[in-house]
């Protein structure tokens, strides 16, 4: 199973920036799907989470009303829309699969991850 992440650049305090995560190997619509975010010398930290039919999400209250989870089935594919974008968002996002069916911020139920994309967010 791979998990490729893409989509993450330097960007100005207050603006948007759409990530995706493709995958390949493995039955994509089986998993629900999460983004994490890492800084250097912190834990990684749950952002959202998607079930695997999309029909429910769950969001970190960090990110809550700013940052959108969906998926599109068909195309493998998750993405990780952020809006409002603040400094404090400035880490490497990691897209993550779960064996589960319901979205989920556990970091032990997902055993596939990608090498992440690094959004960087200037004030």
């Known amino acids: 199973v791979q998990l490729v992440e893409s989509g993450g650049r330097l960007v100005q305090a207050g603006g948007s920036l759409r990530l995706y995560c493709v995958v390949s190997?493995?039955?994509?619509?089986?998993?629900?799907m999460g983004w994490f975010r890492q800084v250097p010398g912190q834990e990684q930290e749950f952002v959202a989470s998607?079930?695997?039919?999309?029909?429910?999400?769950f969001v970190a209250d960090s990110v809550l009303g700013r940052f959108t989870i969906s998926r599109d089935n068909a195309k493998n594919t998750v993405y990780l829309q952020m809006s409002t974008l603040k400094p404090e968002d400035t880490a490497r996002y990691y897209c993550?699969?779960?064996?589960?069916?319901?979205?989920?911020?556990?970091?032990?139920?997902?055993?596939?991850w990608g090498q992440g994309t690094q959004v960087t967010v200037s004030s």
């Open positions: 998607i079930s695997r039919n999309g029909g429910d999400t």
């Open positions: 190997g493995g039955t994509f619509s089986e998993w629900a």
């Open positions: 993550a699969a779960s064996w589960f069916g319901n979205p989920t911020s556990r970091l032990r139920e997902y055993p596939y």
